[in-house]
């Protein structure tokens, strides 16, 4: 699922002739995923992973922004009782109780990502969507710049260039390292 529709996207671009839904829906499925990769996930996703302890009542998940825990299991036992035990956006778990997390690693089963999708990051796709089809309707010679974007601004972490705009509305919410 998208966290902008096909509908959206097109009247983002001021789409007047008909254009193929399948390829409107590439572009919004590549832009979230340039996006996604700066910033996490932008709506909610399930992540097992398994987390290695790093003390006895904290541990840390690598996805982020986290937004719930479905279930933590040692590696060698059965599920943990989840109650007093929190997660925050940073992907830090903590617990209330002394030494929960005794073994050596633990498979994590959680909730990360945004519900509802902010809407500075809901423009900043359809923005993304936009650059990446005036590119390819002018001929694979990128998109015309428009005011702020005539100077684009690289973002750690990414594979090329991130339009100014698009830059400016994803930095309230970048990763600190810069990766998902």
């Not at 829906?25 to 700066?38: N, P, R, T, V, W």
């Not at 996805?63 to 940073?90: E, F, H, M």
């Not at 994590?108 to 390819?136: F, H, S």
Request: net charge negative.
């Amino acid at each position: 699922m998208s966290v902008v529709s096909v509908p959206e996207a097109k009247d983002h671009l001021q789409l007047t002739q008909p254009v193929e839904d399948l390829l409107i829906q590439s572009y919004i499925d590549s832009a979230e995923a340039a996006i996604g990769k700066l910033v996490g996930p932008l709506e909610p996703t399930a992540v097992t992973e398994r987390v290695r302890a790093g003390s006895a009542t904290v541990l840390v998940v690598a996805v982020t922004p986290a937004i719930s825990i479905t279930s933590i299991t040692p590696i060698d036992g059965t599920a943990l009782d989840l109650a007093g035990i929190d997660i925050d956006p940073a992907g830090i778990i903590t617990a209330d109780t002394a030494a929960p997390f005794t073994s050596r690693a633990y498979t994590v089963v959680y909730q990360a990502g945004r519900n509802p999708c902010p809407a500075d990051l809901l423009m900043a796709v359809k923005e993304l969507i936009r650059v990446q089809w005036t590119g390819a309707v002018n001929g694979g010679r990128g998109a015309a710049p428009r005011g702020s974007e005539r100077a684009a601004n690289t973002v750690k972490g990414a594979e090329g260039t991130m339009p100014f705009e698009v830059s400016r509305l994803l930095a309230p919410h970048m990763l600190a390292s810069g990766f998902a």
